[in-house]
Structures are given as structure tokens and as C-alpha cells.
């Protein structure tokens, strides 16, 4: 099909996402029909490996992706990043588990990358066991992938590089589901907590997320993972916005604020902070995508990213974060009295973007590990 009839066929989907927002948002949860039809634009196969029957997309590419379905309604735009960035752990493991769980699958896939449960290594594989928060996806995904410490009598087998981590894909049928995702923002992403109690996985399923020793030499899969997975990340957080501000301007036309005599979109406050908001969301974005379209281009070049490039990365993802959150506020602020009934898009927008600024890859105190590497400093976390 090719990149752009993906986008294109997102385009086509957006109506649908926005008449069941309300749907979504009640139900905790994306219907199992709308996911289908995201299944069906090819989206969940962006970021797959063409030697395993994928896409491979530019990074850009999947962002926009993101982006174009964030801009209908948040929940399905994070289910629609989560599950695309599930699949594209294709890219970090051995050809053939990739092609036994990725092969003709065009679904998405849930995953938890930090390690919070415990691996035990037996032969052929590893029995897993743990309790993970956030599954985001997961009541409509066949299949999960969860990080884990390998375990030895009982404490994590230390390398020289510290603990082990091993990720290991489970079918969904195997865990428990827990019923725990009652929140105020994305309240749609079915992001409950998961379990499993000692499941065989084989080796063939099992990746080390963290090491790109073992990662496909395909540029894509080249990306330092934290900066790929932050900038797509981000992208819902630009495409919430950019729905925000398209939804204001529309309502703008025709609501009269309550002791005026024009519409709103007359009032010059209004035009003043739209085109603040614009400006503000057009170089956010510019910035986010610079630095992804670097570093995918010192991947094709075959070098290795500089820890600048790293550092600027999740400067820019941090800021489209935040910037998107703002310029939804602005909007849901702009929206008056009506915008403060849940039923409104505008709030739903305004609370969506500002959970994503809750996740630990951009919440505010990785700032300092940014501006830390770029005054030269090697960065406080094991992983950046």
C-alpha cells in the first residue's frame, strides 16, 4: 500500500474516531470495531521490518500517522502510537520470533518496556513473572511484551553494564488483565495493569530492548530507542493540539461568548491567541521532527548519534509535550463556560494532552538530563 495511502485512509477514518469520542471515553477503552478499522489503514505495520512483511516507514512518516489520528480524539491516537511502536520491537529481536508474531498481523500489540518483572532462565527460553502497570491497548491486542530482570537464586544476574534486562512478547490470553485504569485524562487507552505468573516464554520471543547489539543494521532500528519512541510520543501530543485549535476556530464561527454582541471569532483576544498558539505549535513541531530526521539521517549514513543529537531530541519531544498542553488549554480556555462540561471536545482535548506530560520519559525532570548533556555532562540515567 505504501505511506501515503496509510495516511490517506487515516484521513478517511478521522469522522468515525470523532463521532465516537464520547464512546471511547466512557468505555474506557477503544471499541473493538474502530480498532479494527485502524488495523485495516495498515498503521500498526509502519514501524514493522520488510523483511518480516512491514512497512518500515520513515520516522516522520509514523509520526504524522500519530499525529493525524491524535488530532480526532487523544485516546485513539495514544492506543494508535502504543500499538505502532509495539510492533516496531520487530526490529529489535531475532528474525524469526519477529516473524512468527509480526508475519500477516496488521493488529496492534501492547508493551511495557520498564523491567518490573522477574525472568528465570530455563531451556529453551525464560519463565516469566511480574505485575506491570499502563498496558495501554491492551484489552484489544493479541499480543503483549513486558520488561524483566533475569533473575539468579533469587537477585538480578548482574553484567558489566548492571542488571540484565530481557523483554519477552506473551499472548494476551496468558496474563491477567486488572481492571484499574479510572483516570482523567486519556480515559480511553484501556491502560489497565497486567500479570503474569510464571509463563514459559522461548527464546525466539525475547529481545534486550536496551542493547543495540542485537538490533536490526536497518536505519530505522538504529534510532536510539528512547529518542524514536519520545518523538512518537510526542506526536500525540502535537496531534491533540492541532485538533484543539481546528475545533476552536470551527465553534469560533458561530459561539457568542454570553454579554457579547459578535462571535468569538471577532474578538480580537481570540485572534491574538490563536495565532500565538499556532506559532507556538508550528515550531514545536518543526523542532521535534529536525531532530528525528538528524538522527534517522546519521543512521543512514551509518554513524552512530552523537550525545547532542540524543540530548536535543528529548529536548524537542519534552517541549512538544508541553507546548501541546498548553496551546489545548488555551483553546479549551478560549472555549468558555461550555468547554467545562465533560461532554466537551475541547476539554477532553485539554485533559488528554495534559496526561501525556505525566509519563516518566517527559515529565519535567528531564529537562535537567537534557541540558545536562549538552553542557557536556554524561546523563545521570541509565538509559538515554
Not at 468515525?16 to 473493538?32: K, M, S, T, V, Y
Not at 501530543?237 to 464561527?253: S, V
Not at 505549535?281 to 530526521?293: E, M, P, S, V
Request: charged share 20%.
Amino acid at each position: 500500500m505504501g505511506t501515503d495511502g496509510v495516511l490517506q485512509q487515516l484521513e478517511d477514518l478521522l469522522p468515525a474516531i470523532r463521532e465516537r469520542r464520547e464512546e471511547i471515553e466512557q468505555g474506557r477503552r477503544l471499541p473493538r470495531d474502530l480498532v479494527d478499522g485502524l488495523s485495516a489503514t495498515g498503521v500498526f505495520t509502519l514501524g514493522v521490518p520488510r523483511a518480516v512483511g512491514g512497512e518500515e516507514a520513515d520516522p516522520i512518516d509514523i509520526m504524522r500517522a500519530i499525529e493525524t489520528v491524535a488530532s480526532g480524539d487523544g485516546s485513539a491516537g495514544w492506543c494508535t502510537m502504543i500499538g505502532l511502536s509495539g510492533n516496531l520491537a520487530g526490529g529489535y529481536m531475532n528474525e524469526s520470533g519477529a516473524k512468527e508474531i509480526l508475519t500477516g498481523h496488521r493488529g496492534p500489540s501492547a508493551a511495557g518496556a520498564g523491567p518490573i518483572g522477574a525472568a528465570v532462565r530455563v531451556d529453551g527460553g525464560v519463565r516469566v513473572s511480574g505485575h506491570w502497570p499502563f498496558g495501554s491497548g491492551i484489552t484489544h491486542s493479541d499480543w503483549v511484551w513486558a520488561g524483566s530482570f533475569v533473575m539468579e537464586n533469587g537477585q538480578p544476574r548482574m553484567t558489566p553494564k548492571g542488571p540484565e534486562i530481557i523483554h519477552t512478547w506473551i499472548p494476551v490470553r496468558d496474563v491477567e488483565i486488572h481492571d484499574t485504569w479510572y483516570v482523567s485524562g486519556l480515559c480511553g487507552t484501556g491502560s489497565n495493569d497486567y500479570s503474569a505468573s510464571d509463563v514459559f516464554v522461548p527464546e525466539q520471543r525475547t529481545f534486550s530492548l536496551f542493547d543495540p547489539s542485537g538490533h536490526r543494521p536497518e536505519p530505522l532500528y538504529q534510532i536510539p530507542v528512547v529518542s524514536l519512541f519520545v518523538s512518537q510520543l510526542a506526536s500525540v501530543a502535537l496531534g491533540i493540539a492541532r485538533g484543539a485549535l481546528d475545533e476552536l476556530t470551527e465553534q469560533a464561527q458561530t459561539k457568542v461568548p454570553t454579554m457579547s454582541q459578535v462571535p468569538l471569532a471577532d474578538k480580537p483576544l481570540a485572534q491574538i491567541e490563536l495565532a500565538r498558539a499556532e506559532a507556538a505549535l508550528g515550531a514545536a513541531r518543526a523542532f521535534l521532527h529536525a531532530t528525528i530526521a538528524g538522527l534517522r539521517d546519521t543512521a543512514r549514513a551509518g554513524d552512530a548519534p552523537t550525545m547532542r543529537q540524543r540530548a536535543l531530541s528529548r529536548a524537542a519531544a519534552i517541549n512538544a509535550v508541553e507546548t501541546g498542553a498548553a496551546v489545548a488549554a488555551t483553546a479549551a480556555t478560549l472555549g468558555g463556560g461550555s468547554a467545562l462540561y465533560s461532554s466537551s471536545s475541547l476539554q477532553r482535548h485539554a485533559r488528554d494532552a495534559e496526561a501525556i506530560k505525566h509519563h516518566f520519559t517527559v515529565a519535567p525532570h528531564n529537562w535537567e538530563e537534557a541540558g545536562r548533556v549538552l553542557m557536556g555532562r554524561a546523563p545521570t540515567v541509565p538509559i538515554f
